[in-house]
């Protein structure tokens, strides 16, 4: 399938080719939320901590005698039922977050966010990205161009075909612009970003990388 292809001022310059068997494909939405809340689950790290009875500091000996006394029996100031005791059933640093998901179902999803990133125009071809040295100033009015001619608010995402470090580091501290190696490219990331750049050597990486 032929898209058109822009230059990094935002003009029309020539067509590409695009796989469509990664952006023609019929986009299933439950799977995407699937897939996206795995990898969020994921990345989650269980912070909250609570101490139990065991970790609480104090409470050695028992507050008083079992019997004689004619109160409750207690065995440690440091039972949950105690002001500073321990705490029961409170969330523990030790639970595990983590989902499996099939690469399948996440290369699929992955296909998914991309057809559907096409046929909602969101998704742009640039012949080439080039930059003379890592200065934002420079890659701002790249983005500037680009904003004028084609893409309208929202957080930008491009694709790079390998890593560059000029584009990176020009791109580090624009607002609502980020980069990406094509190789990494996953749903959660395109989901958080409204539009995707895709340089024209990325396409390539892109299809070799996950249509093995």
């Known amino acids: 399938m032929k898209v058109k292809v822009y230059n990094q001022k935002g003009e029309e310059v020539g067509t590409a080719n695009l796989p469509k068997e990664i952006f023609e494909r019929e986009i299933n939405p ?3 939320h699937q897939v996206a809340v795995s990898m969020m689950a994921n990345q989650r790290k269980a912070w909250a901590h609570t101490k139990d009875r065991g970790e609480v500091r104090g409470g050695g000996r028992k507050p008083w ?9 207690h065995g440690s100031i440091r039972s949950p039922i105690w002001v500073g005791g321990g705490v029961a059933h409170g969330p523990r ?8 998901i099939p690469k399948k179902m996440k290369r699929q999803a992955l296909f998914c966010v991309l057809s559907g990133k096409l046929k909602d125009k ?4 640039l012949d080439q990205l080039e930059l003379k040295e890592p200065k934002t100033k420079l890659m701002a009015e790249v983005i ?3 904003r004028e001619k084609l893409l309208k608010k929202g957080r930008v995402l491009i694709a790079l075909p390998q890593k560059n470090e000029t584009i990176e580091r020009a791109t580090r501290n624009l607002p609502n612009v980020d980069t990406i190696e094509a190789r990494n490219l996953n749903v959660l ?3 958080n970003h409204k539009y995707l750049i895709l340089l024209k050597d990325s396409v390539k990486v892109i299809k070799d990388t996950f249509l093995k």
């Open 30 to 32: 439950d799977l995407v």
């Open 65 to 73: 005698p079992q019997k004689g006394t004619g109160r409750a029996r």
């Open 93 to 100: 640093k030790e639970k595990k977050y983590k989902k499996k």
């Open 122 to 125: 969101e998704l742009f071809v």
């Open 144 to 146: 500037k161009n680009l």
């Open 189 to 191: 990331d395109l989901l």
